[in-house]
């Protein structure tokens, strides 16, 4: 059984920083790609992050050059460093992991098959 488990939410002011990291356990850490979601209320979960087995990164426009997505396999984790937080960061964050190899898809919650059970952050103004 595999499970994800999330740290490092929190409340945060306009402009400070935040680090989440996940751990996996009960699988094969190293074959999968990992993502960050995110969703804030009324609205749908939405594409955050994600890192592939071979390490390359992707992002959604709206946190490219703020937030980074790593991962440390011999720990089994990944982490997503945000910084320059916004009012419009706020949401709950999810962390997830797919088996597959991702492709032009990897933007996907349905791509996901594991989940973590969700970190509120909130960035006040």
């Known amino acids: 059984q595999v499970q994800l488990v999330e740290s490092g939410g929190g409340l945060v002011q306009d402009g400070g920083s935040l680090r989440f990291s996940c751990v996996v356990s009960?699988?094969?850490?190293?074959?999968?790609?990992m993502g960050w979601f995110r969703q804030a209320p009324g609205k749908e979960r939405e594409f955050v992050a994600t890192?592939?087995?071979?390490?390359?990164?992707y992002y959604a426009d709206s946190v490219k050059g703020r937030f980074i997505i790593s991962r440390d396999n011999a720990k089994n984790a990944v982490y997503l460093q945000m910084n320059s937080l916004k009012p419009e960061d706020t949401a709950v964050y999810y962390c997830?992991?797919?088996?597959?190899?991702?492709?032009?898809?990897?933007?996907?919650?349905?791509?996901?098959?594991?989940w973590g059970q969700g970190t509120q952050v909130t960035v006040s103004s």
């Open positions: 997830a992991a797919s088996p597959r190899m991702l492709g032009s898809t990897r933007y996907y919650p349905y791509e996901y098959l594991y």
């Open positions: 009960g699988g094969t850490f190293s074959s999968y790609a």
């Open positions: 890192i592939s087995r071979s390490r390359s990164t």
